[in-house]
Structure formats: structure tokens, C-alpha cells
């Protein structure tokens, strides 16, 4: 059993995740790893264990992460096994490998479960192996974690924000030249960017004549970015706009002191939300909408001058996001 983090708990006590190794086999038969998360009391007693990567084989879970959310509850994060195990005495890569969320009440019981494999994809950063090293609550109230050379920005909801992968090299590992970059190490700064921490080890090859391994530190903005202005180029992140049958617009874009927002929508949803986020993720305008309502006025002349989104969700989704500039 391998303890990773701990964090104080809502109540007082104190939660900490675990990866259990289960070698059950032998020589790569039906081994599999086992995220848990352990809830104790003030004084270490502990009072729940939950497994929410499940106990299935051939292979489960591995890496955990987890941080207390705003409503009372916990978000974790955790990744597929790297290895897929069989009846043979070799392992296989887990080709279908990717992160999971789970939003956990505080008597350990599921609230919700979800993969951001689509978001993942749609973000350019998929990989065949994610390790889960850690996470933190930003300023803004939300998370980022570091995943490897990944590192991701999410709502307490699990919706990505932005996402980078980490390259201050330059180039991509080849047959001629092969290396790896880790982070293991994140924390935010006082400026609201980022310093994160790791080692690069590179086999002999065309750029490091022999074997290397050293540590390193990157100092990235508020954005994730290693080089400036990289978020200028960031996708609108939308969760299932194949979904959205109707019409959504907003106009004047750029804006200065007002916006229109016209929809309509024939989706069979629990209710429609209107919201309003920067480019940091925080929300700044939100409201309830009507089903046969055409068209909202808001009024945007307070907002600070930049980029925003403007998102439309219904049920326990987005529906479709837009992108708009406030100028002055």
C-alpha cells in the first residue's frame, strides 16, 4: 500500500488516498493496482474506505488525487491502469487507459462519476498513460493537476478549463532520441501562475549523447503556458455540442456594454442556465432561463475587458459555449 496525499477533511478529520498494489498472480498474472480513499476522525481513526475505481479485472486503477469542493463535498481524480495484466506471465499496455472523476459525499458514498476522455480529446492532450501526482485549489476556486508532462484546469465540476501539454524542449521522442518529462510538484504563485517541478531522463540519442537524468523547475503563467500567449489558441470547450438541436448566438463580438444572447432549444432538460466565465474560469454572471425565451439583454459594462464564454447548460451538461470579447 503506497499513502499519496492527505488533506484535511470538512469536519475536522482528515482524508487521505492510497494505491493499493494487488500482485495476486504472480509474474504479471492478474496483478492490478486499487485507488482508495481513507476517511479518518481527528484523531486518526478511521471511519471509511471507499475504492472508487472499482475492484475489476484484468486492471483497475492507479493514482489518486483529491480535493475538498465548496459544496461540502470531495472531488478525486484518478487514472486507468498504465498496464493491462492477462493469463500470460508478460504485461500489455491498457490501450484504452484515460481519467476519471468522482464526486464523493462526505459518508463516502458516489454522488457522481465521469470520464474526460471526450474533453481530453478535444483538448490535444490525450496519452497512453496519466499519472496522477497532484492537485490544488487555485484563487479562483478551482483545480489543477499534473498528470506527467499534462497539466490540466478543471471546475469543482470536472469541466476542463485548459489543458497543456508540457514541452519546454521542443521536440518529441523518436527511435533516435528518446526521453521522458515528469511533474511531480505543483503549487500557484503570487503573480496567479504556476511553478512545477519534476526530472527529464533522456536514453543516448541524437540531442543527449548518453543516458541524462536531472531535475528541473518551469515557471508557467496563468494559463499553464511555457511560452506566452498560448491560450490564445485554446479550443471552446464544449461537452456535447452534437447534442444541441436548436440555435444559440451571441452578439455584439467583440462587446462593450451590452450583450444579446439569443437560443432556442427543444431539448428535454430539468432546467437551462445561462453562465458567464473568463478565461481563469471564474464564473461572473449566471441565471436562470425560460424554455421558449428568444433572446436575454445583459449588461456587460462592469466586466473587466477581455475574453469570455458564454455558456448555455441544461440538465447536468453544457449544451453549447461561445466565445466572445469585451472591448471598451
Not at 475536522?12 to 481513507?38: A, K
Not at 503570487?190 to 511553478?195: E, N
Request: net charge negative; with cysteine; hydrophobic share 35%.
Amino acid at each position: 500500500m503506497q499513502a499519496r496525499h492527505i488533506i484535511p477533511a470538512h469536519d475536522g478529520g482528515y482524508i487521505f488516498t492510497n494505491i493499493e498494489q494487488r500482485l495476486l498472480g504472480g509474474g504479471g498474472v492478474d496483478d492490478h493496482d486499487v485507488t482508495t480513499i481513507i476517511k479518518t476522525d481527528s484523531l486518526g481513526v478511521e471511519q471509511w474506505r471507499i475504492r472508487p475505481g472499482g475492484l475489476g479485472m484484468p486492471y483497475t486503477s492507479e493514482f489518486i488525487v483529491l480535493q475538498p469542493t465548496d459544496d461540502g463535498n470531495y472531488l478525486c481524480a484518478w487514472a486507468d491502469n498504465e498496464w493491462r495484466t492477462s493469463n500470460f506471465n508478460h504485461y500489455n499496455f491498457n490501450p484504452d487507459a484515460t481519467i476519471w472523476f468522482a464526486k464523493i459525499a462526505p459518508d463516502g458514498s458516489k454522488i457522481w462519476e465521469k470520464n474526460i476522455q471526450q474533453l481530453i480529446d478535444r483538448w490535444n492532450v490525450d496519452d497512453t498513460y496519466y499519472s496522477m501526482e497532484q492537485m490544488i485549489r487555485t484563487t479562483d476556486s478551482n483545480f489543477v493537476f499534473i498528470s506527467d508532462d499534462r497539466l490540466f484546469k478543471i471546475n469543482q465540476e470536472a469541466e476542463i478549463i485548459w489543458a497543456r501539454k508540457l514541452n519546454p524542449l521542443g521536440f518529441e521522442s523518436s527511435p533516435e532520441q528518446e526521453y521522458y518529462l515528469s511533474c511531480y510538484g505543483l503549487n500557484q504563485t503570487s503573480d496567479g501562475g504556476y511553478v512545477c517541478t519534476g526530472q527529464l531522463f533522456a536514453y543516448a540519442g541524437t540531442v543527449f549523447p548518453e543516458f541524462t537524468q536531472t531535475g528541473f523547475v518551469l515557471k508557467l503563467d496563468e494559463y499553464g503556458c511555457y511560452e506566452a500567449d498560448c491560450h490564445l489558441e485554446d479550443p471552446v470547450s464544449t461537452i456535447s455540442p452534437e447534442a444541441f438541436t436548436g440555435h444559440f448566438m451571441v452578439y455584439p463580438n467583440p462587446a462593450k456594454s451590452y450583450l444579446i444572447v439569443e437560443y432556442a432549444t427543444v431539448m428535454s432538460v430539468d432546467r437551462l442556465l445561462l453562465t458567464i466565465t473568463d478565461l481563469n474560469g471564474r464564473q461572473v454572471h449566471q441565471q436562470m432561463l425560460s424554455h421558449q425565451q428568444d433572446e436575454v439583454l445583459l449588461s456587460v459594462d462592469k466586466f473587466p475587458v477581455g475574453q469570455y464564454f458564454c455558456t448555455l447548460k441544461g440538465g447536468k451538461g453544457i449544451i453549447k459555449t461561445e466565445k466572445f470579447v469585451l472591448i471598451r
